[in-house]
Structure formats: structure tokens, C-alpha cells
């Protein structure tokens, strides 16, 4: 259940995940942007078997950063599964705090202290490209209004009150990470960021949309598929569904 935050300055254990495919020509810069500049914080980055030898790099980089982990998976699982085994591995090891983010860099490291300081009185921060306006750079235009009439249309059959709930940079307390059943999640790509949000926001838990600028990579593929994007669009009535039914 919720409880109530003080709202003093306190360290938080802090753990980031950041899952990975064919990343390995962003990695190192995610590393030391991440690292460097909070050394108190761990990085855990989740592989899938990348052909580009990812998971090598990553490894090179683990002798320079004594808090750099690496979880290495036999294949493409999906996103979702990623991050809920990022997430079990963190409560296992007692983290207080968890960030996810895109290893692309189109999530700016630098914001990450922001919305780990958010969670002094919020239980989940969403770094919001929607919160004010529109925040994406490099986006072509189609690809924005999918994207912000997929948040508008979540929200109205959902119910929940969100701008961005389909951003996948986020900082979560473990209690609600302890508290959402991570055993029933399913989904994937967007739809695993709807469920998720959906799922807290059920609990009653304090939510908060942090605004950030979102720069589409610059290097690499996107993992965009329209597979995903249709999966998004069951998962809305889904949820709706199991709220009128009490089954979440």
C-alpha cells in the first residue's frame, strides 16, 4: 500500500536498468554519462544476446566501473520481460529507488537525478515528453501524432490521468515494484509502459509526470514495430475491462 513520504533529503540506493539489443555503439557513452556524475548510483544493463557484441563492450567497461552489472539473456524476449527481470533483480538486492531508460540516449542521463530526487514524495515518476506541451526533437511529424494520440487515447479508455503513459524513462520506489504482482505482467514495448502506470495508479499510489526533452536516437535502429503498436491498442480496452471487473 502507499505511505506517506517525509519529504526530507535522504540517499536512496539507486539502481538504473537500461535493456539492451545491438547497442554496443551507444553503450560506453550511456556508461559514463549514467556513472560518472552520480558514483553512488549502480547501472544494470540487460542484454538479449545482441549480435553486435553489446554484451562484450559492456564487459570492457566493468573493469573501469565496479558498479556497472551485466545480466546476459539467451535471446530477443521482448522489452517488458526485460525490465521485470531487472526489476526482481533489484528488490532482490534491496535497491530503494529504480530508473528505467533507453540505452539510445534519447533519454537524457542527466535527468536521472531529478527524478530520483522526485520520489522524496512521489512513488512513481514519469519523465513526461506531453506534461508541457510537446518535448521530442527529431521526430517526423507522422510519428508524433501517432505518438501523442496513443497517449490521449490511453488515457481516455483507461481513465488514468496521464499526458505521457507510454514513456518508458521512469524512477519507481520499491514499494511499488513489491506491490504490482510483476509475476502477472505480460505486455510488452508500449503497452508494458500503459500496464505498468495502470497497475499503480490502481493501488493508489502517487504518480507524477516529470517533464523531459526526448531526442530520438541518433545512432542505431529504433525497435518500433507494428506489432507493438497493435498490442497497445488491446491492452487499453484490457485494462478497462479488468477495472470494471476488479481483477487488477
Known sequence: MPRDHPGQNFAMKTLVISPTYNEKKNIKALVEQVLNPNPDYHLLVID???P???ASAVK???TEYANLHLEERPGKAGLGAAYIYGFKWALERDYEAVVQMDADLSHDPGDVPRLVKQLEVHD???GSRYIHGVSVVNWP???LILSYGANLYSSIVTGMPLKDSTG?????RRDVLEAVQLDQVRSQGYSFQIEMNFRTWRRGFTIIEEPIIFADRTIGESKMSKTIMYEAIWMVWRLRIWKIFGRI
Open 168 to 172: 518508458g524513462f521512469k524512477a519507481w
Open 52 to 54: 553486435d557484441g553489446t
Open 124 to 126: 512513481l515518476v514519469i
Open 60 to 62: 570492457e567497461l566493468q
Open 48 to 50: 538479449d544476446n545482441s
Open 141 to 143: 511529424i507522422r510519428r
